[in-house]
């Protein structure tokens, strides 16, 4: 099978985390396979400023797979890049990696309205999750043309570690061993919910004065600080409960870091939270699980189809369906509660249930295994 893979493979957006995992996947297979780097969605970004932390080992790996030439035709072309392309491939088959965070795709392709691509045999699209696909199907896509495929965790990256390294790390950040830290990594846009974090940490915090949150934001790829959720949240309705004690307790972290120090970020957490409006997968509180950290996320979105009972606690959340977008609304007393419920039991989420779970059917080997099968039923 001649596959060529078109995509990002040199900074830190979740689309080129995606597809550099799956490359180092795809060469391990018996295929012929070539990788060729697209235009980044912004201008601004780059491999200096935009680092996305992988190891030298690994980026030689992704250098040594072979750029395709001129013309070349292939089985397969598998796109993963933003906006969505779903423009003619020199190839039998097309596939294209698309997310619907809000179950709505308009201005998220580079050609064309949606509902023109649905007549295309040649086309298939592969998303993360369910909540994902409806949005696809909403769009005009028949429901064949799509197919879920959930993204991955490389357990050989993303695993416990001692409590002695752990303590190293957190006296570092100044942090003392009986602080309870809270986490939260990622973009800082109004769909990861933390807004709907802070104020339940301002409340939190009245009650355990031992409580710490780190926010590690990824501004230099979005222009979205964690500062700047916090001073947007402290003029709103719930602005009043965000004191000095409260702001002095939240550490925002927006450096670029390795992926070896976000695994360390994520054993020294507690807790992670993830209290999003709309998701695509939400590849962190995954991550984050397969460390043996407890998670806490917004039940009925993505995470639904990773969620396992081991590994933490659902927030309750309403369903909300307004302007041709479709969210969730967490609630703030659910997160509340759930939180507390993991502050008074810290050791009853993240077990080594929750962990070999995440192993036997969340790794990037399975995730690239059950795209590979797709593409030979597809030919």
């Known amino acids: 099978m001649k596959i060529c893979l078109e995509g990002w493979s040199k900074i830190n957006h979740s689309f080129s985390i995606s597809c ?67 423009q003619k491939s020199n190839s039998k088959k097309l596939f294209v990696f698309a997310t ?17 691509f649905s007549y295309r045999d040649d086309l298939k699209i592969i998303t993360p999750s369910k909540w994902s696909r409806l949005g696809f199907i909403e769009s005009g896509f028949k429901s064949n043309q799509i197919k879920i495929v959930p993204l991955g965790v490389d357990c050989d990256i993303f695993y416990p570690i001692s409590s002695e390294r752990k303590n190293e790390i957190r006296k570092k950040l100044k942090l003392k061993k009986e602080d309870f830290i809270i986490s939260n990594v990622g973009n800082m846009s109004s769909n990861k919910g ?103 996320v917004t039940e009925g979105g993505s995470t639904d189809d990773y969620f396992n009972e081991d590994s933490g606690l659902q927030i309750k959340s309403k369903f909300i369906n307004s302007n041709n977008r479709k969210y969730l609304e967490p609630s703030i007393e659910s997160l509340v509660e759930n939180t507390s419920l993991i502050i008074q039991n810290p050791r009853k989420y993240g077990n080594e249930k929750s962990i070999k779970f995440i192993r036997d059917n969340f790794s990037w080997k399975k995730t690239v295994e059950k795209i590979y099968n797709i593409f030979d039923k597809n030919l």
């Open 194 to 296: 933390i807004d709907y974090l802070i104020v339940a940490f301002a409340i939190l915090k009245k009650r355990y004065k031992h409580l710490k949150l780190i926010l590690k934001d990824q501004s230099n790829l979005y222009g979205i600080s964690g500062r700047d959720i916090f001073l947007k949240t402290k003029k709103g309705i719930n602005g009043h409960l965000l004191d000095e004690d409260v702001v002095n307790d939240i550490i925002f972290l927006s450096k670029n870091m390795t992926i070896s120090i976000l695994n360390d970020l994520y054993n020294i957490s507690d807790c992670y939270v993830s209290p999003y409006r709309a998701e695509g997968f939400n590849l962190g509180p995954l991550e984050a699980a397969a460390t043996g950290t407890p998670i806490i």
């Open 100 to 116: 619907s965070e809000f179950q709505n795709i308009n201005d998220m392709f580079i050609n064309e309205i949606p509902g023109n």
């Open 20 to 86: 550099v995992n799956k490359l180092l996947e795809f060469i391990k297979l018996p295929l012929d396979l070539k990788f060729k780097e697209t235009s980044y969605a912004n201008n601004l970004w780059n491999y200096s400023n935009n680092f996305h932390g992988f190891s030298e080992k690994n980026i030689k790996k992704i250098l040594s797979i072979k750029p395709p030439e001129k013309n070349e035709f292939f089985d397969i072309i598998y796109r993963i890049s933003y906006p969505f392309n779903f």
